[in-house]
Structures are given as structure tokens and as C-alpha cells.
């Protein structure tokens, strides 16, 4: 199988790289190329649908695994053409390639597209209503995805992290190290997710894919690890990890506030819970332990910090 991987650069990117190897014929892209590239990068800006359409044609991939994304959420306010050109409009050529040559796409979107203001997990089959302009140019990709008609599955997920690129985690920890004390929002809640166990979900679809049973399963599917939390207290956790563990030598003290303290340009879903009971009936994907998988990114920082 050849596979197509774009946003290799990014935090799920990264982790689907030797997963996805071990898969097939693995051709990898970003518009950056790091220093641990192999031989299988191509660095594409992926802005630019020539250069997308033309890779496609020359790799002829029988999957895309597109993890690309413009996920700066609040200057997607500013710049929304930005923001469309790579969460609709990528996404949509990559869908309508895929439904002439008979690939598949697997592709990744957000609790954005939903506007918070549940009290239940979000399913699948509730209506999106996104309140920013990231939120409604994810959802634009998901549509396009949709109305393609190719063999496809989206995988909605929220609040990912890891031990490398940008995300709360690494914040909450480079604040730590500078502030004895911390505001922390706490009306805002997500399942916390792991962009390892994000990859790991991802090739369980693609190997059920390849048995004849699960061929036709395709649509949106929503998948993130097993525990809800506000941001007040994924960082109490976080804090409480990493002093355990050594990483820092204590947590800052810790008050939680409303979001309105912190006011931004893109308004964020106050409740951005997931149900995945579908991709579990689907795929038999079972959301992961979070408390396990905080452990393991928070072990990676260690080993880091002493090499």
C-alpha cells in the first residue's frame, strides 16, 4: 500500500510517521524538512494546490493521511482565507483526487466545529455550529470530504498533546518554570488527548479497512482519550506528573478563573467533550487512558531534559 502523509512536521504527524511505515510505501510532506527527515520527505507548501495535485499524480497514493492543518486559532480570525485555503480547500482537492483514483483519505478535524454550550458528549450526529472562524473552516473540510464522495473517515478529536511542537502541556510547564503562581481557566472543559494515541487509533481504522467486513465504513467518527477536564485541572495534573517524576521541583500555586479573564480573539467552546462510542462500535477503538498517557508524554520530557 502506498501511503501519503501530510503534516508530517506537526504533533500527530510525528507520531504517525514509524506507525504508518510499518504499514506500506510511506511518502511524508510538510513545507518544513527537520533534521531527522528521511529519505521520504518532500517539503511542499501545502498551500499551494499545484504543488498538492502534481504530488498526487506522481506518488499515486492508495491512501492520504492528511494531518495538515492551520490550527492558530485566533489569528485564523484574522487571516480566514488562510484558514480555509488549508483546512477546506486541501482537503477538498485531496477528496475529489481520491474519489477519481478509487484512494481512500483519512483526515482529522476538532470539537470546533461544535459551539459548547452541551452538557452531553457531542455525538456525530449532532448539528456543528461553529463560533470561530477555525471551527467553521474545519468544518467547510469536512463537508467537502463529505460531498466528494470518496471512501473516507474523519476522525474528530480535542485538546491534543505531546511531548513536541506547541500545546498546553509544554506551555504549562515553560510557565511553570518562570511563575511561582498561575491563573488557570476553568470553565472551559475537553478530553484531553495524546497525539500518539491519536496515530494509534488512526492505523486500528486503517487496518480494519483492509478486511473486507469494514471496507464501506467511512464518515465521521470522533476519538479522544477517557477523561474530561478543565483546563484548571489537566494543569493541576500536569503539575502533579512532573514534580513526581522530577521534571520540575514544585508546581506553582494555582487559581482558577473564569475565561473572561483571559480574553481572545476566537471564541473557544466551553464544553468540548467527544462521545466515541461510534468508532468503538465501528472499529472497536476504545478511548485510552489518559492518566497513562500523560505518564508517557511527561517520561519523554524527562528522558529529554537528561540527555
Known amino acids: 500500500m502506498k501511503i501519503l502523509l501530510t503534516g508530517a512536521a506537526g504533533q500527530l504527524g510525528r507520531e504517525l510517521i514509524p506507525l504508518l511505515g510499518a504499514r506500506g510505501q510511506l511518502v511524508v510532506t510538510d513545507r518544513i524538512t527537520p533534521n531527522t527527515a528521511g529519505e521520504n520527505w518532500v517539503e511542499m507548501d501545502i498551500s499551494s494546490g499545484e504543488s498538492t495535485e502534481g504530488l498526487l499524480r506522481h506518488f499515486d497514493p492508495d491512501l492520504i493521511v492528511n494531518a495538515a492543518a492551520y490550527t492558530a486559532v485566533d489569528a485564523a480570525e484574522a487571516e480566514p482565507e488562510t484558514a480555509f485555503e488549508i483546512n477546506a480547500k486541501l482537503p477538498d482537492r485531496m477528496a475529489r483526487w481520491a474519489k477519481q483514483h478509487d484512494a ?129 485541572e489537566f494543569a493541576r495534573l500536569i503539575f502533579g506528573f512532573a514534580v513526581k517524576s522530577g521534571l520540575i521541583e514544585s508546581g506553582p500555586d494555582l487559581t482558577a478563573v473564569p475565561s473572561e479573564e483571559f480574553p481572545q480573539a476566537a471564541q473557544r467552546p466551553n464544553w468540548s467533550v467527544l462521545d466515541t462510542h461510534r468508532i468503538g462500535a465501528g472499529f472497536g477503538i476504545k478511548p485510552a487512558s489518559f492518566n497513562q498517557s500523560l505518564q508517557v508524554v511527561i517520561d519523554e520530557l524527562v528522558k529529554k531534559d537528561r540527555s
Not at 454550550?117 to 470530504?145: C, F, H, M, N, W
Not at 503562581?181 to 481504522?205: E, M
Open 104 to 232: 481512500r483519505l483519512l483526515h482529522y478535524s476538532t470539537d470546533y466545529v461544535f459551539d459548547g454550550k452541551s452538557a452531553e458528549p457531542y455525538r456525530e450526529t449532532d448539528a456543528p455550529d461553529p463560533q470561530s472562524v477555525y471551527g467553521q473552516s474545519k468544518l467547510a473540510g469536512e463537508l467537502a470530504i463529505k460531498a466528494s464522495g470518496c471512501s473516507h473517515a474523519v476522525l474528530r478529536t480535542s485538546w491534543v498533546y505531546s511531548s513536541h511542537g506547541k500545546n498546553f502541556v509544554l506551555s504549562m510547564l515553560d510557565l511553570a518554570r518562570k511563575n511561582p503562581a498561575l491563573k488557570i481557566v476553568d470553565d472551559q472543559r475537553g478530553c484531553p488527548t495524546w497525539a500518539g494515541n491519536l496515530a494509534l487509533a488512526s492505523c486500528k481504522v486503517i487496518a480494519k479497512w483492509q478486511q473486507r467486513d469494514f471496507a464501506n465504513l467511512k464518515g465521521v467518527f470522533h476519538y479522544c482519550d477517557d477523561r474530561s477536564l478543565s483546563w484548571y
